[in-house]
């Protein structure tokens, strides 16, 4: 039977990790070392480590939610809040910056592990560092696998990149599999894994006879400039998964994760929906969701969309359109929003 983890009170799901724990300690510690290969890296790793600094937000939440939040002294790349189900575990957490902190920052932490959410942050050009500095202080480095496995990126230490083979939740599930073979607590990956596998099936259903052809959406992460080509979401990023998922076609058509498409082209496209990312970031004007939604109302083209006539525009959290647990938020924002559309039409 499949678990929705939503559903469970803070006092369960604490027992069910402690559950966890014992069966973790009746099948007994895995065989260290233990070596797995990381987006084109063999890292090995002697016991579980007990010190990490998580570069990116969701490596953050995902160790949070395996029950691990003891082990991070510091995060940095930050896009807004965490999830009300892991704020607890996530409470007075280290930050050392809320985008890329500089190596020193990081080192200074001593950690045993660095976690990176994106390749940019510890890629050959990495923003923070390279694997090869951190590797030569005897420092472990992981990237997440959602961000190497068929994806190029590009060598700007900052690019999105583009995908050769679209983006899907698996890859976030191997993560959680990985991640909790090297901290030892695989129970607890197995039963995190059940409960995304279930909340993705209730999601399916509630939209699964709500329209008789595919409803065309877009997704807006930000810009440079409000009235500037906007960052949309191509068709093989983790929006393009959610779109799938949900049977709603992206109106854009493109391996990159994030291009910057004109308007015009967007309105001619007449998008039925409008997803929107929310975030705290602030590093250009399109960040502001308010601003976006004023955007969207004001301007005489955009205006006359059907998703904007219609109001049929949807907020999710940025993290939520980036590979990581939360892309699991967004199918569930998004189903709930289609259902209560069609009750309205």
């Known amino acids: 039977m499949s678990v929705n983890k939503k559903s469970l009170c803070p006092a369960l799901l604490s027992g069910m990790f402690g559950f966890a724990m014992l069966i973790n300690a009746a099948q007994g510690a895995p065989h260290y070392p233990l070596t797995l290969e990381n987006c084109g890296h063999q890292e090995t790793f002697n016991h579980p480590p007990r010190r990490v600094v998580t570069l990116g937000q ?3 939440e995902l160790l949070l939610a395996l029950g691990l939040e003891k082990t991070i002294v510091g995060t940095a790349v930050w896009f807004g809040r965490l999830p009300p189900d892991l704020q607890s575990r996530g409470k007075g957490l280290k930050k050392l910056a809320n985008n890329a902190p500089g190596f020193e920052a990081v080192a200074a932490q001593n950690p ?4 990176a959410q994106y390749s940019w942050h510890l890629g050959p050009q990495g923003e923070v560092a390279t694997r090869e500095q951190f590797e030569d202080l005897g420092i472990r480095t992981w990237i997440s696998p959602a961000d190497c496995i068929g994806k190029s ?19 976030i599930q191997r993560e959680i599999s990985e991640l909790a073979r090297i901290f030892n607590v695989e129970a607890r990956g197995a039963a995190l894994n059940e409960a995304l596998a279930g909340r993705i099936a209730t999601a399916r259903k509630r939209v699964k006879h709500q329209n008789t052809a595919p409803l065309k959406v877009m997704f807006w992460f930000s810009s440079s400039r409000l009235n500037g080509d906007p960052w949309v979401a191509g068709s093989d990023g983790a929006p393009g998964w959610i779109s799938q998922t949900l049977g709603l076609q992206n109106i854009i058509n493109s391996h990159d ?26 590093l250009y004007p399109a960040d502001d969701v308010a601003a976006k939604q004023r955007f969207l109302l004001s301007d005489p083209v955009t205006s006359q969309m059907p ?3 219609k109001g049929h525009i949807v907020i999710v959290p940025a993290m939520s359109l980036n590979p990581s647990l939360r892309n699991v938020d967004a199918i569930e924002l998004i189903s709930q929003q289609i259902a209560a559309f069609a009750e309205k039409s």
């Open 58 to 60: 969701h490596e953050t």
């Open 112 to 115: 045993e592990l660095v976690l």
């Open 153 to 171: 990126v590009a060598n700007s230490s900052n690019a999105d990149g583009a995908r050769t083979v679209p983006f899907s939740i698996d890859y």
């Open 257 to 282: 994760e994030w291009p910057a498409v004109s308007w015009e082209h967007i309105v001619r496209s007449q998008p039925d929906i409008i997803v929107i990312a929310a975030m705290d970031r602030r």
């Open 307 to 309: 998703a904007v006539k």
